[in-house]
């Protein structure tokens, strides 16, 4: 799971907040939740999703990743019924998508995308990732390079990470910090985060060799063969 930390309300009123919230129950259950469209109305998703979670309810009584997604489905909806009215009223979308990765025992791990309206769609063997927000200009590298149940998970980070920084390339709305964290089956812990502030030397130096390595490869390209334009050829033919 990755995300930037950059919100907007417009290109000149750039901020930032993390998008990354967690949620373990060592040893049971273990929840990584993203966030994406209007920071309002995620803060109070995460908000009320914390308080239950806390609380002993919701995520913390979930049997499996679907009903877990389910419940988070549901307070995207409570939030839904408190602000979409005051919202589209003054002319605004009700925007909020969420990601919810991770295990709880006796399943395997798998990803949901929950979107606005509060229904949840799976990860499959045909698509094995999720995004939301910005994502066009990051997601070929990710249809290229990541492979269902071969791409292990050191390499997706890496292409999670040039996602990113392809995507912060292109548009001034997304920027570090980076968030990653790796989850690994069964161990209902989060021990492998990593935190990429701006400026950060290792992003820079990825971010170096990622260009020569890609300027490399396309000068390694055989050269293309050109032969006249056909309007020229029609030209001298009329000479």
Avoid at 98 to 114: D, F, K, M, S
Avoid at 156 to 163: D, E, F, G, N, R
Avoid at 192 to 216: C, G, M, P
Wanted: net charge negative; hydrophobic share 35%; aromatic share 8%.
């Amino acid at each position: 799971m990755a995300s930037d930390s950059r919100t907007n309300a417009g290109s000149d009123d750039l901020n930032v907040a993390r998008k990354m919230h967690t949620f373990v129950q060592p040893g049971e259950r273990v929840f990584v939740i993203l966030s994406s469209g209007s920071l309002s109305l995620s803060q109070s998703v995460m908000n009320l999703v914390r308080s239950s979670f806390e609380a002993g309810e919701g995520l913390a009584q979930a049997t499996s990743m679907y009903e877990a997604a389910r419940e988070v489905g549901n307070v995207v909806r409570q939030v839904s019924d408190i602000d979409r009215e005051a919202l589209e009223r003054d002319k605004y979308n009700f925007n909020v998508h969420l990601l919810v990765g991770g295990q709880v025992r006796g399943e395997a791990p798998c990803t949901y995308l929950i979107y606005p309206q509060g229904n949840p769609l799976s990860s499959t063997e045909e698509s094995p990732f999720l995004q939301l927000g910005e994502c066009k200009y990051g997601r070929p590298i990710l249809d290229r390079g990541i492979v269902y149940d071969s791409t292990s998970l050191r390499a997706a980070a890496k292409y999670a990470l040039l996602s990113f920084d392809a995507t912060m390339r292109s548009n001034v709305t997304v920027g570090p910090p980076i968030e990653i964290v790796l989850y690994r089956k069964d161990s209902f812990q989060l021990d492998n985060y990593r935190r990429f502030k701006d400026q950060d030397s290792e992003l820079a130096t990825i971010h170096a060799l990622w260009e020569r390595s890609l300027r490399n490869a396309v000068e390694d390209l055989p050269d293309l063969n050109f032969s006249p334009h056909p309007a020229h050829e029609a030209q001298a033919v009329l000479l």
